[in-house]
């Protein structure tokens, strides 16, 4: 959200995230303090309120405080509030963050309004991450008499790519006109939103999108679909130099692909190969089903 003042903008943006894993809140403030750096926040300040089901021990409370006052140290964010009680109505721990920064007119991102057909559209790092982490996480029991320790721990240690400075720093000094994290319903949902508010069609290649085959392996395991599946930390960039904007985040070690673009119509299409097909409205993510109906 915007609010315009005399100076600049007041920016905001809250994200929620339920489960077992004592990582929910990391991933809760990578969400919220990359979604506001997008729109050009330097100094990002937090709120954070944690609950449990009433059955849940205190300590939860208190593992998922830590774990969320050491990102914000590493981060440079500033913790204005934090706050833990149990709730009746949960099944689940929930953590709760709302983010603001403010944000001067000459640095504020473009945003949607000013998306136009013939502009690119780059994905950075891979779909699904977020999600394949959370899931690992939250089965790692069940996944780990499958797989190997090797390959558990090779997911793992993306954990610390669902925070997403570099790219976002380096995509907004080349002047990107929309920058979308890809957040609930995963990829598809995002490429639709992105459309839609933008007021715009998109044609993509199928074969540009890059999913990482440890995401592969856990979605085959658990019958999800990783193109609906949420991934912190990965964005969707709208620029009018996507090879360009590609070779400078690839170069600087961090994983870009040029998707395809946007078009002047309505249509939100996908090509792979010769077969075409067309995105539906966002789907629930497939998270949820790790945590049943």
Request: aromatic share 6%; proline share 2%.
């Amino acid at each position: 959200m915007r609010l315009e003042t005399d100076t600049g903008y007041v920016v905001s943006e809250q994200a929620v995230l339920c489960g077992y894993s004592r990582h929910i809140g990391e991933y809760a403030v990578a969400s919220a303090a990359n979604a506001l750096q997008a729109e050009g926040a330097q100094d990002i300040g937090i709120g954070v309120r944690i609950e449990i089901p009433v059955y849940g021990y205190t300590s939860r409370i208190h593992g998922l405080e830590k774990s969320v006052k050491v990102v914000c140290k590493e981060r440079g964010i500033r913790l204005l509030q934090m706050d833990g009680k149990k709730n009746p109505a949960l099944k689940f721990a929930q953590v709760s963050v709302q983010g603001i920064a403010t944000v001067s007119k000459e640095s504020i991102c473009p945003g949607m309004e000013h998306v136009k057909a013939g502009q690119d559209i780059v994905l950075t790092k891979w779909i699904g991450m977020e999600g394949m982490l959370r899931i690992a996480e939250e089965r790692e029991d069940e996944l780990g008499q499958r797989f190997s320790g090797g390959f558990m721990n090779r997911i793992f240690s993306y954990r610390k790519e669902t925070f997403a400075e570099r790219e976002i720093s380096i995509a907004r000094k080349m002047g990107v006109t929309a920058i979308c994290q890809i957040t609930d319903g995963g990829v598809l949902a995002a490429l639709w939103n992105l459309a839609q508010r933008a007021g715009t069609g998109i044609s993509l290649d199928m074969k540009a999108i890059s999913i990482l085959q440890e995401t592969v392996e856990v979605c085959e395991h658990f019958r999800l679909n990783p193109y609906q599946l949420t991934s912190v930390g990965s964005f969707l960039m709208v620029t009018d130099r996507g090879e360009e904007l590609c070779e400078k985040l690839v170069g600087q070690g961090i994983k870009a692909s040029l998707l395809g673009h946007i078009t002047d119509n309505n249509d939100k299409i996908i090509r792979n190969g010769e077969e075409i097909r067309y995105i539906d409205r966002p789907a629930p993510d497939e998270i949820f089903k790790i945590f049943g109906n």
